[in-house]
Every structure is written in C-alpha cells, then in structure tokens.
C-alpha cells in the first residue's frame, strides 16, 4: 500500500525551524504534498528544503490577478 501524506504547513520555513524535516523521514511516506509553503522556488535552496533520499519538487504560486 502507498503512504501519501499531505501537510499544511502556513510556512515551510517556519515549519523546517519546529522540526518538519527532523519528523518528515520517520513518516515512511512514498508521496509528501505540502501546502501553504509561504515562499518562491529561489528560497528553498538551502539542503534542508531536499532532504536525502527523496526527490523533491516545489512550484511558486501564482496571485489572483484582480
């Protein structure tokens, strides 16, 4: 059976300083969608944002245009 987790995290970068990536690998999931990321694809470079072992994927949202 697939594990999919999915998280909001109001944060990624807030989420990575409480210990997400610490917690995420004892999970064993085959899929993690994160939500509420609060940051653009350029912030993420530091090698917490892709932990080893998994691929990683992230994509900026895009703002309603009014």
Do not use: S
């Not at 999915?6 to 990575?16: D, E, M």
């Not at 090698?47 to 994509?59: A, T």
């Amino acid at each position: 059976m697939m594990r999919i987790i999915t998280a909001n995290t109001n944060g990624i970068r807030a989420a990575a300083r409480k210990g997400f990536f610490d917690w995420l690998p004892t999970q064993n999931a085959d899929v993690v969608c994160i939500q509420e990321t609060k940051a653009q694809v350029h912030q993420l470079d530091d090698p917490i944002f892709h932990p080893e072992g998994m691929h990683c994927y992230y994509h900026d949202a895009k703002k309603k245009r009014l």
